[in-house]
Nanobody, 123 residues
Framework: QVQLVESGGGLVQPGGSLRLSCAASGFTFPTNAMSWYRQAPGKERELVAVITSAGKRIKYADAVKGRFSISRDNAKNTVYLQMNSLKPEDTAVYYC????????????????WGQGTQVTVSS
């Protein structure tokens, strides 16, 4: 049974930082690309960042390039998202998922998502 447990969200002022974690189980984590998505109120879920299985390729959404950094620890089955210089428009629920690539587009691998972690950027 796949489990994805996100943590680390919270309320932060604009310009602040947060580090999200996602503990994964129920599948072979080291051989899967991993991704972070976010969903803001009234909007569709969007891809934020992807990291390949060995961490050699990384992709970011244009909106977060230069501010967010994705990393992984295959020994701990955990993927991280370091978020710096946060903006109010980064406010969303953040989710992780394994990722698959079809025709240069990344998709969440598992239909079942975790509960996510709320990030609120506000003064």
């Amino acid at each position: 049974q796949v489990q994805l447990v996100e943590s680390g969200g919270g309320l932060v002022q604009p310009g602040g930082s947060l580090r999200l974690s996602c503990a994964a189980s129920g599948f072979t984590f080291p051989t899967n690309a991993m991704s972070w998505y976010r969903q803001a109120p009234g909007k569709e879920r969007e891809l934020v960042a992807v990291i390949t299985s060995a961490g050699k390729r990384i992709k970011y959404a244009d909106a977060v390039k230069g501010r967010f950094s994705i990393s992984r620890d295959n020994a701990k089955n955990t993927v991280y998202l370091q978020m710096n210089s946060l903006k109010p428009e980064d406010t969303a629920v953040y989710y992780c998922n394994a990722a698959v690539n079809y025709g240069s587009t990344w998709y969440g691998r598992f239909d079942s998502w975790g509960q996510g972690t709320q990030v609120t950027v506000s003064s």
